[in-house]
């Protein structure tokens, strides 16, 4: 069995114990991950602290072209990178070698980026200059649904600001991101990059670290809410991404066969684990009944399974806690609408949901007005285009949302009332390293990906010159 490090200033070092990871496709143990202690986090916050002077002065050519070569490694550790990825997640091997394509790609996108100096004013009485400085020691914590992308779009834009890092990863998915240690390990300075592993325990003690300047976390609103907590002795800077419950709307000039591949697709991508997957479709009566028909087809069509199966084309959920969750909101769905496709959950090891389809169902039940995070898709009908959108946006929740409609400029007027960080057009769940992803209401705050993302991970500094003070003293 492999063995795993820890990366604690530069070398890779086993954990005061050890804990098992589970194949959540069977339930057996797939591997052995060590875990850090207390002792060994305050180990690796001083060495990122050390660490942070040498490298925030290091040139930015210097810090691109460490990252250019990180994107290289992940480029030739890509096969073995999504061998434990399929293992400790469960998605199937195109998702999962996807998942790792999109960190390459995430990796040279910010390799090319740059910090330059903004000048606001220049007039003959002064110059005013915005600069970008970094923060200090940065601690990245991950969630489970894509760990090895999470890892690397937090990582990328930290270092290349001239900050240093802590990563955490979720205690059922570490082994990626152990992997990812053995990347940078010989590739950045010693403490640059420092990677531990908790089972739930270290995580209040990294958050109101003192020597901590920001933490940058995706995951639950909840644990979000948690993190500010901590946080505030010390003022931390913080990006939160965190929970949704994105709405779809679709009018009533569709065709529901154009339409159904890319929401049945958004809607049950990684089996719906996805912040930003479509998890409420509401559908005009007009087309209802024949888009729900298109959806269930499809979901009757799929083949959950293990990820390791060539044939399985969506994999388990995650982990135990999350399964035991979404069998609760099956019951739910099960008494407040009525399931079209999936539903019965196979008696057998493993984590394995069918994908479920339920209409009929309103707003006030769990499934709608929750998170179900997992693969079951709540289909509400409406009449009224006006109460809909009220509908949609009557939620805590406000990471992303999306409109379906043949006409671009009534898609366009419904967008602009839909209160989310992002709301897709004929799509859903798109992104890209260069397209910024602000969240709304409580999915969080602050901004990843794309010039704005980069930015918040670093101090702006106004440097402001008075430019007429040499003339006068002649």
Not at 100 to 109: I, K, N, P, S, T
Not at 145 to 163: D, E, H, Q, R, T
Not at 255 to 284: T, W
Not at 408 to 426: C, F, L, P, Y
């Amino acid at each position: 069995m492999t063995n795993y490090y820890l990366l604690i200033d530069g070398q890779g070092v086993p954990g005061d114990r050890d804990m098992e990871v589970i194949n959540p496709a069977n339930e057996t143990v797939f591997a052995h991950c060590p875990l850090a202690s207390r002792r060994q986090l305050e180990q690796a916050v001083a060495a990122a602290k050390r660490a942070f002077a040498g490298w925030s002065r290091t040139a930015l050519s210097e810090r691109q072209a460490n990252l250019r070569q990180t994107a290289d490694a992940i480029h030739a550790s890509a096969e073995r990178i999504t061998e434990v990825l399929i293992g400790e997640q469960g998605k199937p091997r195109a998702q999962a070698a996807a998942e790792v394509g999109f960190a390459e790609m995430f990796c040279r996108y910010f390799a090319e980026q740059t910090l330059d100096v903004e000048v606001r004013e220049d007039s003959t009485e002064q110059c005013i200059e915005i600069h970008r400085r970094p923060l200090g020691v940065v601690a990245a914590i991950m969630p489970w649904n894509f760990p090895f992308l999470i890892s690397v779009y937090k990582m990328a834009p930290a270092l290349l600001a001239g900050n240093t890092l802590i990563l955490k990863p979720a205690p059922t998915t570490p082994l990626t991101t152990l992997v990812l240690s053995e990347i940078v390990r010989d590739i950045f300075p010693a403490g640059v990059v420092n990677v531990i592993t908790d089972n739930n325990d270290l995580g209040p003690h990294l958050t109101n670290h003192p020597d901590i300047a920001k933490v940058s976390f995706t995951g639950s609103t909840s644990t979000g809410k948690a993190i500010m907590k901590n946080a505030a002795s010390s003022l931390k800077r913080l990006t939160l991404e965190l929970g949704g419950n994105d709405a779809a709307i679709v009018l009533d000039d569709v065709d529901p066969r154009q339409v159904a591949a890319g929401i049945f697709g958004a809607a049950f991508l990684n089996s719906g684990q996805v912040c930003i997957s479509l998890k409420r479709l509401y559908v005009h009566e007009s087309v209802y009944d024949d888009l729900c028909s298109q959806l269930a087809g499809m979901a009757q069509c799929a083949v959950v399974g293990d990820g390791a199966d060539p044939e399985t084309q969506f994999g388990p959920v995650q982990n135990k806690a999350q399964y035991q969750k979404i069998c609760r909101y099956m019951e739910d769905a099960r008494n407040n609408g009525a399931i079209i496709a999936g539903g019965d959950i196979p008696d057998q090891p493993g984590y394995i949901v069918p994908l479920t389809v339920v209409r009929d169902i309103e707003d006030g039940a769990a499934v709608v007005d929750e998170e179900p995070f997992g693969p079951i898709l709540p289909i509400i009908k409406y009449r009224d285009l006006d109460e809909v959108i009220e509908r949609a946006n009557n939620s805590p929740y406000g990471l992303g949302g999306s409109v379906w409609s043949s006409d671009m400029n009534r898609a366009r007027q419904v967008a602009a009332r839909i209160e989310s960080g992002t709301v897709w057009i004929n799509q859903h769940c798109a992104f890209g390293p260069n397209i910024p992803f602000p969240p709304a209401k409580q999915s969080g705050i602050g901004v990843e990906w794309g010039k704005e993302g980069l930015e918040e991970f670093t101090a702006m500094k106004v440097i402001n010159i008075n430019k007429a003070f040499g003339a006068s003293q002649h």
